[in-house]
Each structure stands twice: as structure tokens, then as C-alpha cells.
């Protein structure tokens, strides 16, 4: 006799497209308040979401990875969780050495910066880039070690 998996509707959501809608049993990710994972029959939350790695695993046991940007998480009544995303990448669409280099490239404007007149604004568009491409980096080097 195999057990009941209960599984909760997905979707995850960026202003250019949706990402992924499924049925899932857990999802992980980063929020502001700590990384947090959602199971089926969660109470409702809203949480902002940090830039980092986010881990779902479908109703049929498959494991999947994304990076994301920031945004926000909604688990709603009735099992439903719902991401807002700033940006989302699928791991196995991420490109390891774009992330390295375009964090690399973002690192080093940012040193300018400390020899440059000091805008607050650039300063945190810069730092926002690093932790997206780090997000990227971490999503694609983790699913290269899951798959082999």
C-alpha cells in the first residue's frame, strides 16, 4: 500500500512570464525573516522573498531548483502558494559562467564606485545584481550535484 502524498497548487510568477505552475508537496525559499519551507495545509502567510535558491519537490517525489531575484510568497487557504517573482530562472536554464562572469563584472563596479563619487542609488542596483547572480550561481551548481 503506498502512502497519500498531499500536494498543494504552484505558481510562480515574473512580470515577462509565468515559470512554473504544478501541483507540489514542499517548496523551500528565502524569505526576509529566514528560508522557510511551505507543506501542504500551511497556515496563510505573505513574505518577502530575499534573492537565493528556491527548492520545490512535486507531488511525484521529482526535485526541482530555481533561482530567484526577490519578490514575494503568498500561501493562501486551500493549499495554494503563489510566488511573485522579480525575476525566476528553472536551474538547468541558468547558465553557470554568464552568472560568474555578470557577478564578476557587477564586483567589479562596485569597487569603482569606492574611488568614484558615492551614489546611493547605483550602489544598490549593483548590490542587487551580485545577489541575483549569486542566487544563479548557488541554483546551478546545486543541480549539477544532484544530477551528476
Request: no cysteine; hydrophobic share 40%; glycine share 6%.
Amino acid at each position: 500500500m503506498s502512502a497519500i502524498v498531499k500536494k498543494m497548487k504552484f505558481e510562480i510568477t515574473t512580470p515577462e512570464r509565468t515559470v512554473l505552475t504544478d501541483e507540489i508537496h514542499k517548496i523551500t525559499v528565502p524569505t526576509k525573516k529566514g528560508e522557510i519551507t511551505v507543506l501542504p495545509e500551511h497556515i496563510p502567510i505573505v513574505a518577502s522573498l530575499l534573492p537565493g535558491v528556491i527548492e520545490i519537490t512535486d507531488k511525484d517525489g521529482n526535485f526541482e531548483l530555481m533561482a530567484v531575484s526577490g519578490g514575494f510568497l503568498a500561501v493562501m487557504p486551500g493549499s495554494k502558494v503563489v510566488i511573485l517573482a522579480d525575476t525566476a530562472e528553472r536551474a538547468p536554464e541558468i547558465d553557470a559562467e554568464k552568472a560568474e562572469e555578470a557577478r564578476r563584472i557587477a564586483e567589479e563596479e562596485k569597487e569603482r564606485q569606492k574611488t568614484e563619487h558615492f551614489d546611493m542609488k547605483r550602489f544598490a542596483d549593483v548590490n542587487a545584481r551580485i545577489s541575483k547572480q549569486l542566487a544563479r550561481e548557488r541554483a546551478a551548481g546545486k543541480w549539477r550535484k544532484l544530477k551528476g
